[in-house]
């Protein structure tokens, strides 16, 4: 029983690290649902966000009537918080992808013409500090949606609670916003906060200038996160000597993830 626990933590932890595309298209979502499913869970649409369907508007093209999430404002030319998007369990987190393109169509009159607007994303932490990136998007007809590419040094490795969207300009009177193929790098569920104890658990030396020792009773994951809460390495340890000899002297996290449980301690490099 034991070793089957061991080898299903392992898969786990293994599929978690392999950081698979989870690629949303909404095609089984409800006309009008203010709701999802991804990853194995359900996501939640807030303020003017739901999913609608249209003809021949798609990311790659294709014919026929796709659904996709989309939001706006019925005055005409509205700045402000659109709404956003987040795992519906409070324990779940996620990661945007960055290594390829995410689908968006801008216009005004609430769909009625293409525009020219910026778009603000902000993804909300575990702390609830956050990230952000904005993009001037323009449409130019009513089938092709924009790709938009999240940068790698802002998104990569940072775990959000949701994603909130945001019209923060509205040139062309922009204030409507679709979002098609909407993509993640991980989505990862956190089902308790509880500290692991000592007894399954050891991390030092600390302070360390070289290496870190993380000891635990079954294989875990950990994570190395910076100040700012963002994933700098992630790996598996049962007796793992883990190298921060590459890191600047400073403040870093330990976050050790076993069957459920979290360990997180403060560690010094210097």
């Given at each position: 029983?034991?070793?089957?626990?061991?080898?299903?933590?392992?898969?786990?932890?293994?599929?978690?690290?392999?950081?698979?595309?989870?690629?949303?298209?909404?095609?089984?979502?409800?006309?009008?649902?203010?709701?999802?499913m991804?990853?194995?869970?359900e996501?939640?649409?807030?303020?003017?966000?739901?999913?609608?369907?249209?003809?021949?508007?798609?990311?790659?093209?294709?014919?026929?009537?796709?659904?996709?999430?989309?939001?706006?404002?019925?005055?005409?030319g509205?700045?402000?918080?659109?709404?956003?998007?987040?795992?519906?369990?409070?324990?779940?987190?996620?990661?945007?992808?960055?290594?390829?393109?995410?689908?968006?169509?801008?216009?005004?009159?609430?769909?009625?013409?293409?525009?020219?607007?910026?778009?603000?994303f902000?993804?909300?932490?575990?702390?609830?500090?956050?990230?952000?990136?904005?993009?001037?998007?323009?449409?130019?007809?009513?089938?092709?949606?924009?790709?938009?590419?999240?940068?790698?040094?802002?998104?990569?490795?940072?775990?959000?609670?949701?994603?909130?969207?945001?019209?923060?300009?509205?040139?062309?009177?922009?204030?409507?916003?679709?979002?098609?193929?909407l993509?993640?790098?991980?989505?990862?569920?956190?089902?308790?906060?509880?500290?692991?104890?000592?007894?399954?658990?050891?991390?030092?030396?600390?302070?360390?200038?070289?290496?870190?020792?993380?000891?635990?009773?079954?294989?875990?994951?950990?994570?190395?996160?910076?100040?700012?809460?963002?994933?700098?390495?992630?790996?598996?340890?049962?007796?793992?000597?883990?190298?921060?000899?590459?890191?600047?002297?400073?403040?870093?996290?330990?976050?050790?993830?076993?069957?459920?449980?979290?360990?997180?301690?403060?560690?010094?490099?210097?």
């Amino acid at each position: 029983m034991k070793r089957s626990f061991l080898l299903l933590s392992i898969f786990s932890i293994c599929s978690f690290l392999s950081k698979a595309q989870i690629v949303v298209d909404f095609e089984d979502a409800e006309l009008n649902d203010t709701s999802f499913m991804a990853g194995g869970f359900e996501w939640k649409l807030t303020e003017d966000f739901l999913i609608s369907e249209f003809e021949n508007f798609s990311c790659d093209g294709s014919s026929g009537f796709n659904r996709y999430m989309d939001s706006g404002y019925l005055d005409g030319g509205s700045e402000g918080v659109i709404g956003s998007v987040a795992p519906v369990n409070s324990d779940v987190v996620f990661q945007m992808y960055t290594a390829g393109s995410q689908c968006i169509w801008v216009a005004n009159t609430d769909g009625e013409f293409t525009s020219t607007g910026t778009i603000r994303f902000t993804g909300i932490k575990m702390d609830n500090s956050s990230v952000e990136e904005s993009f001037e998007l323009t449409s130019t007809n009513f089938n092709d949606l924009i790709a938009v590419d999240f940068s790698e040094n802002i998104w990569s490795g940072v775990d959000l609670t949701s994603l909130q969207i945001e019209i923060t300009d509205t040139q062309d009177s922009t204030d409507y916003i679709a979002i098609d193929n909407l993509t993640f790098e991980s989505i990862t569920l956190f089902t308790s906060t509880e500290e692991l104890s000592e007894q399954k658990v050891d991390i030092s030396p600390n302070p360390t200038d070289h290496v870190i020792f993380v000891k635990t009773e079954f294989p875990a994951r950990v994570d190395i996160l910076d100040t700012t809460g963002k994933v700098i390495r992630q790996g598996i340890s049962t007796d793992q000597e883990i190298d921060i000899s590459y890191l600047a002297q400073g403040i870093y996290f330990i976050r050790v993830n076993l069957d459920g449980y979290q360990k997180i301690e403060k560690i010094i490099k210097q």
